[in-house]
């Protein structure tokens, strides 16, 4: 008996493993899959995925992987640069191929004791008061105090706990592959440039005649069925008028831009997150960060159901925080799908939202939502920090961030006479008169999330309990 199995080692199941490890809970992830994906995706990785990042002291790892490029220009393609004072000290979107993200989210999962294991598809599950017991494709049972589906958007652990996915099927579909071509690099540069208004469609050259082939699907193809090198020359040729010698593929996909949200993110002691809870179109990128900000918020709750301290209601704030942001990324990527049709009304409010973006306050907004900067929980009244991430700061050790790599909470305190008291073994005090805050004191959840607001004694012990559970340790004094 482990505490949490994980189905599914992407990004999200990767990153909650990691994040429960933190907490010393023990953690089983099973992959269907023997091999890691080969599918070299490039994903972006927006401000907000850095900065989780940066507090787990993962940023430096991928760095050295990826491409730092501008923020801005992610919303429906438009060619906007981000507001130049975008409130963040990771201000930049990093290119990276995702299996170098799921890579480096393993590693520091089993760094930190994550047992992961490949070639185990779940395929039942049953559930009673104390545990999951979990059916894996060979007949062998397993069991578990919690389960998590982190097993993607056609997510066994959703259909097994019969929970439903509504929303809208694919309407269009999109060939991606790699391969080589033997057209010149400049006549495939200027097909491209020449047909930049058809959507989704390019040739991106990784070098040595390797080209990213993104093209229309139109009807080629079965779509139950990976697609063949045929079908991509076919499309391009119906696209293009040329398919440029493609030839040698390294890998070959298809996806479409189903939209859905499933109705529950937690039945008993199953819960769900990433594409398992949520698909949308890749447009602004945003899949992948969700997911892992999914994981952000579930493993520090998850974790302390697991050690006995989370109050009664702490597990299902993951559903109340997380289901109204994934709403929200369906909602935008509904509507730059829009603002990418080619027909003429649509052509129109895309031209006026492009004049609309000069406005830095509707610049902004659209690029917070897309970096997910701007998600506020609804934590009930108070200042407007309350429920916001708080931005990586300078305090007197050096950096916020660097202060929760543990994943514990953090009391941010300027005023220098307030206390952790009984909860010091799971929320850490820094007293800090010099700390960048225009607010007296701050109380940060372990997922940088601001839990209080204020500088009475009282009220943070509320709070504190609020968040933290009963405090187990006798107070200890207020720092000198
Ligand atoms: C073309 C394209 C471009 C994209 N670009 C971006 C981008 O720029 N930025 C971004 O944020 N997102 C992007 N995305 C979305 C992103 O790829 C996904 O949102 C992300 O992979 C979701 O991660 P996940 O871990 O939730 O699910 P997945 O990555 O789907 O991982 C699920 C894992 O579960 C395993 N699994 C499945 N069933 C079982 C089972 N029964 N038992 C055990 N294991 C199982 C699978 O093998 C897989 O490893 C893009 C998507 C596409 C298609």
């Given at each position: 008996?482990v505490d949490v199995i994980i189905a599914g080692c992407g990004?999200t199941g990767a990153m909650l493993a990691?994040e429960l490890?933190?907490?010393?809970v023990?953690v089983l992830v099973l992959?269907?899959?023997?091999?890691?994906?080969?599918?070299?995706?490039?994903?972006?990785?927006?401000?907000?995925?850095?900065?989780?990042?940066?507090?787990?002291?993962?940023?430096?790892?991928?760095?050295?992987?990826?491409?730092?490029?501008?923020?801005?220009?992610?919303?429906?393609?438009?060619?906007?640069?981000?507001?130049?004072?975008?409130?963040?000290?990771?201000?930049?979107?990093?290119?990276?191929?995702?299996?170098?993200?799921?890579?480096?989210?393993?590693?520091?999962?089993?760094?930190?004791?994550?047992?992961?294991?490949?070639?185990?598809?779940v395929?039942?599950l049953?559930?009673?008061?104390?545990?999951v017991?979990v059916?894996?494709?060979?007949?062998?049972?397993?069991?578990a105090r919690y389960l998590v589906g982190c097993d993607?958007?056609?997510s066994?652990v959703r259909?097994?706990l019969?929970?439903?996915?509504?929303?809208?099927?694919?309407?269009?579909?999109?060939?991606?592959?790699?391969?080589?071509?033997?057209?010149?690099?400049?006549?495939?540069?200027?097909?491209?440039?020449?047909?930049?208004?058809?959507?989704?469609?390019?040739?991106?050259?990784?070098?040595?005649?390797?080209?990213?082939?993104?093209?229309?699907?139109?009807?080629?193809?079965?779509?139950?069925?990976?697609?063949?090198?045929?079908?991509?020359?076919?499309?391009?040729?119906?696209?293009?008028?040329?398919?440029?010698?493609?030839?040698?593929?390294?890998?070959?996909?298809?996806?479409?831009?189903?939209?859905?949200?499933?109705?529950?993110y937690r039945v008993?002691r199953v819960l769900l997150a990433g594409?398992a809870a949520?698909?949308?179109?890749?447009?602004?990128?945003?899949?992948?960060?969700?997911g892992?900000?999914d994981a952000?918020?579930l493993g520090?709750k998850l974790a302390?159901q697991i050690?006995?301290?989370?109050?009664?209601?702490?597990l299902?704030?993951y559903?109340?925080?997380?289901?109204?942001?994934?709403?929200?990324?369906?909602?935008?990527?509904?509507?730059?799908?829009?603002?990418?049709?080619?027909?003429?009304?649509?052509?129109?409010?895309?031209?006026?939202?492009?004049?609309?973006?000069?406005?830095?306050?509707?610049?902004?907004?659209?690029?917070?939502?897309?970096?997910?900067?701007?998600?506020?929980?609804?934590?009930?009244?108070?200042?407007?920090?309350?429920?916001?991430?708080?931005?990586?700061?300078?305090?007197?050790?050096?950096?916020?961030?660097?202060?929760?790599?543990?994943?514990?909470?953090?009391?941010?305190?300027?005023?220098?006479?307030?206390?952790?008291?009984?909860?010091?073994?799971?929320?850490?005090?820094?007293?800090?008169?010099?700390?960048?805050?225009?607010?007296?004191?701050?109380?940060?959840?372990?997922?940088?999330?601001?839990?209080?607001?204020?500088?009475?004694?009282?009220?943070?012990?509320?709070?504190?309990?609020?968040?933290?559970?009963?405090?187990?340790?006798?107070?200890?004094?207020?720092?000198?």
């Amino acid at each position: 008996m482990v505490d949490v199995i994980i189905a599914g080692c992407g990004p999200t199941g990767a990153m909650l493993a990691a994040e429960l490890r933190l907490h010393d809970v023990r953690v089983l992830v099973l992959e269907k899959e023997t091999e890691p994906k080969s599918f070299v995706r490039i994903v972006g990785l927006h401000v907000r995925s850095l900065e989780l990042m940066a507090m787990r002291g993962l940023l430096e790892r991928l760095l050295p992987h990826g491409r730092r490029r501008p923020a801005g220009g992610f919303f429906a393609a438009i060619a906007k640069p981000a507001p130049k004072d975008l409130d963040s000290a990771y201000a930049y979107l990093l290119g990276i191929p995702q299996p170098v993200v799921e890579r480096l989210l393993e590693e520091h999962a089993v760094e930190l004791g994550a047992q992961v294991r490949r070639g185990r598809a779940v395929t039942g599950l049953e559930q009673d008061d104390e545990g999951v017991t979990v059916e894996l494709a060979d007949g062998e049972r397993l069991r578990a105090r919690y389960l998590v589906g982190c097993d993607g958007g056609r997510s066994t652990v959703r259909k097994l706990l019969g929970v439903g996915f509504p929303g809208e099927p694919s309407r269009t579909e999109t060939l991606m592959g790699e391969m080589e071509a033997d057209a010149p690099q400049e006549e495939i540069a200027a097909k491209v440039a020449e047909l930049r208004e058809i959507h989704p469609f390019w040739l991106r050259p990784f070098g040595g005649g390797v080209y990213s082939v993104v093209v229309p699907a139109g009807g080629v193809g079965d779509r139950a069925q990976p697609p063949t090198l045929e079908d991509f020359r076919q499309q391009l040729r119906a696209v293009a008028g040329t398919d440029f010698g493609v030839h040698s593929p390294r890998w070959l996909s298809r996806f479409g831009d189903a939209t859905r949200l499933a109705e529950r993110y937690r039945v008993g002691r199953v819960l769900l997150a990433g594409d398992a809870a949520h698909i949308h179109p890749p447009i602004g990128g945003q899949g992948l960060n969700l997911g892992v900000q999914d994981a952000f918020n579930l493993g520090w709750k998850l974790a302390a159901q697991i050690r006995g301290w989370a109050p009664d209601t702490l597990l299902d704030t993951y559903q109340a925080e997380r289901r109204p942001v994934a709403e929200d990324v369906l909602d935008n990527t509904r509507a730059q799908t829009e603002l990418l049709s080619a027909e003429p009304g649509a052509q129109a409010v895309r031209r006026l939202l492009t004049e609309l973006m000069d406005f830095d306050e509707v610049n902004r907004h659209l690029i917070e939502k897309i970096t997910a900067i701007g998600v506020r929980y609804d934590f009930g009244e108070g200042p407007d920090l309350l429920g916001r991430r708080l931005r990586d700061i300078d305090v007197k050790q050096g950096r916020l961030y660097d202060l929760l790599h543990r994943g514990r909470g953090l009391l941010l305190d300027r005023t220098a006479r307030l206390t952790a008291g009984g909860w010091s073994d799971r929320v850490d005090h820094l007293a800090d008169p010099t700390a960048a805050l225009d607010v007296p004191c701050v109380l940060l959840r372990p997922d940088g999330h601001v839990a209080w607001v204020g500088d009475d004694q009282q009220d943070l012990d509320a709070h504190l309990a609020r968040w933290f559970g009963t405090p187990l340790l006798k107070a200890s004094p207020a720092p000198k």
